[in-house]
Every structure is written in C-alpha cells, then in structure tokens.
C-alpha cells in the first residue's frame, strides 16, 4: 500500500531516502543498476586481485558528495565518482514497474521502479 505524505518535504525526504536504498540495497526498493558500455569496459579492465565492480559498489554505496549545484532538489538521485582516473556520473530514473513509463509516484516502492545508471562522464 502507497504511503501518504502530506507534504512536500515529506515526499522530498521518503524519495531521498529510497534513493539511498536503491544505491546501498537495490532489492529493497525494486531498484537496478544499468552500467553504459563505457563503464562495463572500465570495469572489465580489472585484475583479479580487484574486483572493480565491488569497488565502483562500495563507491557508490558510500557517497555523500551532495551539493545543491548536482542536487538541487535534495532527492539525492545524481552525484560524481572519480575511479581509476576517471570521472563517472550516475543518476537515478524512476519508472512504473508494468510500464515504460516515469513513475506517478517516485516516493513510492510499490508504484517506482527505480533505475540507477552509472556513466562515463564523456557519456552523458
């Protein structure tokens, strides 16, 4: 069931912190990684003794980088990575889970599929 908020800082504060989820526990929240094909040649650069994806994980887990210039409307669903000497973007979409289509309702997990892309920054 859909929870209400009465306002819109309650909205604002429930979506950033579904967004929090989707970065550190992507199944809680009906949430997927998408890597561009950029990213997944960096990552497969990797050696055995590190595991990139792991590292790109726990980088993007542990970030707390937000300003208001990269998020202006405090739903911490965008930031910056530096990793192997390069500069990644990733952002969050939200979309209706039955449909190809933006979700009515972002701070919603029942009504949001939650879309987290990482990029190249040359990609974007």
């Known amino acids: 069931m859909t929870q209400l908020f009465s306002s819109d800082a309650e909205r604002t504060a429930e979506t950033a912190r579904l967004n929090d989820l989707a970065r550190?526990?992507?199944?809680?929240?009906?949430?997927?990684?998408?890597?561009?094909?950029?990213?997944?040649a960096l990552l497969a650069e990797g050696s055995v003794?590190?595991?990139?994806?792991?590292?790109?994980?726990?980088?993007?887990?542990?970030?707390?980088?937000?300003?208001?210039?990269?998020?202006?409307?405090?739903?911490r669903d965008f930031g910056v990575l530096e990793l192997w000497g390069e500069r990644l973007f990733w952002?969050?979409?939200?979309?209706?889970?039955?449909?190809?289509?933006?979700?009515?309702l972002k701070w919603s997990t029942e009504l949001t599929r939650r879309v987290v892309t990482i990029m190249l920054a040359s990609e974007y």
């Open 24 to 40: 550190k526990a992507p199944r809680m929240v009906n949430a997927s990684w998408l890597a561009t094909g950029g990213v997944a």
């Open 91 to 104: 952002k969050i979409d939200y979309y209706h889970p039955d449909r190809d289509e933006h979700s009515p």
């Open 49 to 75: 003794e590190e595991d990139r994806g792991q590292v790109m994980a726990l980088a993007l887990a542990r970030y707390a980088s937000f300003d208001e210039g990269d998020d202006p409307y405090g739903e």
